[in-house]
């Protein structure tokens, strides 16, 4: 296991079951809104939020049968993305998809571009361009076999200064991704303001979806719905919830 020595084999074990435990209930979690919403259970896939926490975890989860693990810093992700490469290799598997979840710097981007599977914050048609200019470069070097995909971050109460695009900009920055041959439009993503009842925002950004795939009938996925409100999500169609709490526990303490 990356990281960990004989003598801490206990503690792996301890995390191991609590992990355990919590995935199960995560995921009966998630078949019972998906019930509750008329929806099939499979339409809806669980995004391990793993920032903060050590590559350890990661390497337990993929065990337990997780293949998606979601990052927002990129200087902690890229030292997951490293201390996994060789457990990988070992298990000769390598099938495992990182999603960049966080907010992204433009100056980032060409790292991230190597090993990121989709990105979903993308909120500018500049941070769109440079991905596009950095997977196009990953795919010329061989460090990825396919275009970047990415989710186009929207704002559910219109102020771009916590993050994503207001709703008068979505197709247009919708179109500029759809026309870039190194990215891949995959869909929507977005946060619940912490003002708006959950069900009011996922509801707004539903038919935002809807509008959207009518344009791109290619942009399937909705990512929405985190440890606190994912039921409402998953009532008005997320594709992806992205837990982090409810699955990883309370962040663990740093310096940083």
């Given at each position: 296991m990356v990281g960990v020595s004989g003598t801490a084999e206990s503690?792996?074990?301890?995390?191991?079951?609590?992990?355990?435990?919590?995935?199960?209930?995560?995921?009966?979690?998630?078949?019972?809104?998906?019930?509750?919403?008329?929806?099939?259970?499979?339409?809806?896939?669980?995004?391990?939020?793993?920032?903060?926490?050590?590559?350890?975890?990661?390497?337990?989860?993929?065990?337990?049968?997780?293949?998606?693990?979601?990052?927002?810093?990129?200087?902690?992700?890229?030292?997951?993305?490293?201390?996994?490469?060789?457990?990988?290799?070992?298990?000769?598997?390598?099938?495992?998809?990182?999603?960049?979840?966080?907010?992204?710097?433009?100056?980032?981007a060409r790292v991230v571009a190597r090993w990121a599977h989709t990105v979903h914050s993308v909120d500018s048609e500049r941070l769109a361009t440079t991905l596009d200019t950095a997977a196009r470069a990953a795919l010329d070097a061989g460090e990825r076999s396919d275009p970047l995909r990415v989710l186009v971050q929207i704002s559910l109460d219109d102020d771009p200064a916590r993050g994503g695009v207001v709703a008068r900009e979505l197709d247009a920055l919708a179109d500029r991704i759809a026309g870039l041959p190194g990215l891949r439009l995959g869909g929507l993503m977005a946060i619940a303001p912490l003002d708006v009842p959950a069900d009011s925002a996922f509801a707004r950004l539903a038919t935002l979806h809807t509008s959207l795939m009518a344009r791109h009938p290619e942009a399937t996925e909705l990512s929405a719905g985190m440890s606190g409100d994912l039921e409402a999500a998953v009532e008005h169609g997320s594709t992806c919830v992205r837990v982090g709490t409810a699955l990883m526990g309370a962040r663990p303490i740093t310096s940083a």
């Open positions: 503690t792996v074990e301890s995390r191991t079951t609590v992990l355990s435990t919590r995935l199960d209930g995560l995921l009966h979690r998630i078949d019972a809104a998906c019930e509750a919403a008329g929806r099939d259970p499979g339409s809806v896939r669980l995004l391990p939020v793993t920032k903060f926490f050590p590559a350890t975890d990661v390497e337990i989860l993929y065990g337990l049968g997780r293949r998606d693990f979601g990052e927002s810093r990129e200087q902690e992700a890229s030292a997951k993305v490293a201390a996994l490469g060789e457990y990988l290799a070992a298990q000769d598997d390598s099938d495992i998809r990182w999603h960049m979840i966080g907010r992204l710097q433009r100056n980032k």
